[in-house]
């Protein structure tokens, strides 16, 4: 950590000093700083422009002769186990966020080195919830020094009112598996959530009280952080399987009695959509998905578990029942939605990076075709491919959308950030990428001039889906000729735009940015896409 | 690779000048080379007292912008494959041996290399095998300059004879995965077949006809390697499951007509042996485990495919029947005997690390407490922990042992290098380690005043069983006390030694050493124990 930023003994005005860096105006065309908590940037340079060189980034070697022989790393506390892994003021704390809403160990993690007195802790968690909220507390107090990832909710206001004395950096899921790889990121201490584990550190995510499902987001914390803590309140005897996280990339094991709320962690059951236009959204989905010739034998989607895109399964199940179609692989977030195309034959894989209810952890714990991803199988963009590229449709959701099919998934139109990028950057690299969102939201409307922030460069978005309309981006002139004959309401976005404007009474007013950085929003390489300006408090 | 050692202009005279380095006494009292192919070396230190530094190894980043968004890596050959990856004069290829005897992939590597013009080679593998001879002709024609791996029969014994232009390097599994995670080996072309496998890259050994089970071995090429080639006789559709494998490190596939020989890759069934004296050692390693109290509830073993080892199983079996008591999990090498006690509940899991029959190949497709492992699970010393000092008792075999029970596995006692490690180093880190030896081989004595080449510290053996009696280490109080009451013959070793030599008329004389060292052996911590000297031909 550079001294600008704070560091051991920084405050809250050397912090604000370095915000205000010089800005450079990236391949978007947007405005980024050149320095981000102290550290050198790499602007945008446009999609597949920059390449990376050099070698990835490597974890310190041990030796078993400082490990117990009897394979035993049990530390009697968390506390302990800080201890012993050398907690210092300025280290980077690196959490998981596949417990969600439910977690207990990023709050417990943080608090517990602010009793040892740690400051100026570098919080990286894989996502940060609500649940989180008491790190606010953390930050006010100096033990953190600033969250680098993903900010739902109150953390992300926190961020974006400029409180926060570092900046928030944001990924996606992919891109924080290539900041780690690559060295960007170095994790001193992962503090690491295990629905299953045994004394070794073999942990899973599949089994336990706590159940989880995948524990693919830990992976490039366990495999290159400098000290792995393992923590389950479900000990197992050795060896625990299916082992998602190998033990012997494990430093320490410690049992507490409860690391999450079970009702957070999963949902009993997903709930599907019962808005009349969400419906009708996911419905043109799934037909614009069968007229553009996308669904056909052997065909893979990626559809999360957000509310339209949950919608258009049951539509697109229908239709492959009646066409006797067969989804070569699903890409999850998985629901029991999933789960049952998957038991009905209809789906010949589940390739999983989430698992969003009970029932999609039973099928992954159970079935064999229902199989854990990681962000490195999945979306790592500095590695030899990915399963995203090979995904032949993807239904995503944004904030806003604009005419040049820039889109946006962190801040609000007010400016404010409300969310994280979650995988979504990455799976625009799939054939064909619909975002499926309501015309406007509270009489916003969802079509702009620009979005306030840049999160995903419209030359790989495809098709905007709205219950008023479907643009296609003229870029894809193959899925506008492919629809042709299609009674589908497909319409310039321009149209869109216009009707929808005319409904809300005028396009929203920009926020005026403040041109501080409190956040940038990283590229799937890395690079800086774009600012999140402080907002007024 | 260094020029002394040949490199790419490099002769055989060459050669010979850098085999005759500086000989140092390590600390097990053993002259070993201060350079081999030109590399400084670590004599051993002892046991536990070298401790590493730095960062492990890492490959290179990459990019997905530079690889097929389809996912489709398919090469049309595997000498376009090894044109695509630029095949350079001086490069280490790298093969796996879960194959065996059966493999037609690492001669097929080297002599496509070779038609291509490439020379000095180095040639990597897990272990070679009598299959591989005709990589003799490789290194006569100057294309293969030494191989780095266990050489089993013919080749070893160009080995040392002195005919190969470098020298060997001998590893156990584990030290192979140490040598590369610490970059002392670092891999230019990684060429690894695959009894599975998807246009991707992902892939597995348990499905297909040439199926071998586990692909351990391959995992560190697959993660270190700079350039990652799978060959398979089976391409399945994406995505392969299970994929040992992950497709994101491998950059192109290539399929063939056949990866091996299938009888010779695994046996239908595994043999038992039916010799009176082995079979009396199997009892006697059974008993022993009994009473010394190891075989109680709960308890782990390990025991290999090996003749004496294998006969040990059904005895105690029996044992664990009568005695109601279940094995935590047992370590293989694995074969139907061992799927039987799972089968059977007598074990709780199998973690294996190589497959050897066709049952225990369906075992291990099918049954999920049939785990596969890697040698980073089990055996990497230089890891934070492993598999193998968890193992309660361990029960081996050995070609010689000295009575400061010291052991040799690699050479015969004229010298001849003529076996690889394999993992019985790294087995040396259980509980209780027991070789199973006859007491004499050809009526020349298995038991020694100092074994011809130092492959296992005596500190690290306890129990040496033979038809003749059992010899416990006397560094081992603890398990004298425990047999104190058996009816065993546990003797003082000299004791069964003189026996021995009295029977099979005196100790064999030892080979001079010519102190022209042909090959090393590297501790599980990369340090060298013993070197190889040639043999006079």
């Given at each position: ?21 010089e800005?450079?105006?990236n ?14 940037q ?7 422009a ?60 943080l ?6 007195g ?31 990832g993903?900010?739902n ?39 690491l ?8 550190g ?21 495999t290159?952080a400098?000290?792995v ?14 082992w ?45 998905i ?35 179609i067969?989804a ?7 629901t ?7 038991e ?44 995203a ?13 604009d ?5 946006n998934?962190v ?8 969310h994280?990028?979650g ?46 309309g ?17 009674d ?18 005028g ?31």
């Open positions: 950590m550079n001294e600008s930023t704070g560091g051991a003994t920084g405050g809250r005005t050397a912090t604000r000093e370095s915000r205000f860096a800005l450079i105006e391949a978007a065309g947007r405005r980024v700083p050149a320095l981000v908590n102290g550290a050198v790499t602007p945008f340079r446009g999609v597949a920059h390449r990376p060189t050099g070698n990835k980034a490597a974890a310190p070697i041990r030796s078993c002769a400082d490990y117990p022989t009897s394979g035993d790393k049990r530390a009697p506390s968390l506390r302990d186990a800080l201890e012993r892994a050398g907690l210092c003021d300025g280290m980077t704390i690196s959490t998981h966020h596949h417990l969600r809403n439910g977690d207990r160990i990023g709050t417990l993690a608090q517990t080195a602010a009793a040892m740690a400051r100026d802790l570098r919080w990286f968690p894989s996502a940060s919830f609500p649940c989180h909220e008491p790190v606010i507390g953390l930050m006010d107090k100096g033990h953190v020094h600033h969250i680098e993903s900010m909710g109150p953390l992300g206001r926190y961020c974006s009112e400029g409180r926060m004395r570092g900046q928030g950096v944001l990924r996606s899921h992919g891109g924080r598996w290539q900041a780690i790889q690559d060295g960007e990121v170095e994790i001193d201490i992962a503090v959530a295990a629905p299953s584990a045994d004394f070794f073999n942990a899973n995510g599949s089994h336990g009280r706590s159940a989880c499902g995948s524990l693919g987001f830990a992976l490039a914390d366990a290159w400098k000290h803590i393992v923590v389950t309140d479900n000990l197992v005897p050795f060896p625990c399987l299916p998602q996280i190998q033990g012997n990339f494990v430093d320490q094991v410690v049992v507490v009695d409860s690391i999450g709320d079970p009702a957070q962690i999963v949902s009993g059951t997903t709930e599907m959509t019962k808005s009349p236009d969400r419906l009708l959204i996911a419905e043109y989905v799934a037909r614009f069968r007229d553009a010739g996308i669904l056909r034998d052997g065909f893979s989607f990626q559809a999360g578990a957000g509310g339209t895109s949950l919608a258009f399964l049951p539509y697109v199940k229908q239709m492959m029942r009646e066409q006797g067969r070569g692989f699903a890409r999850g977030g998985s029991r939605y999933l789960v049952e195309m998957l009905e034959g209809l789906i010949g894989a589940i390739l999983d990076g989430q698992t969003f209810d009970l029932e999609a952890v039973r099928s992954i714990r159970d079935n064999p075709r229902h199989v854990a991803t990681t962000p490195f199988t999945s979306y790592n963009y500095h590695g030899k491919g990915h399963f590229s090979m995904v032949d449709v993807t239904v995503l959701g944004a904030t806003e959308v005419v040049d099919f820039n889109a998934v801040t609000h139109s007010d400016g404010v950030l409300l994280g990028i995988g979504w950057q990455n799976c625009l690299a799939a054939g064909c990428t619909i975002l499926a969102v309501p015309s406007f939201r509270d009489r916003i409307p969802v079509l702009l001039d620009r979005v306030t922030t840049l999160c995903g460069p419209g030359e790989l978005i495809d098709v905007v889906a709205t219950e008023r479907i643009a296609i981006n003229p870029r894809r002139q193959d899925l506008l000729d492919a629809v042709r004959g299609s589908l309401p497909i319409r310039p976005i321009q149209d869109l735009k216009r009707e929808i404007e005319a409904l809300c009474g396009a929203p007013r920009p926020p005026e940015p403040s041109y501080d950085p409190v956040a940038v929003v990283k590229w799937v390489d890395g690079t800086v896409l774009d600012a999140v300006w402080r907002t007024s408090v």
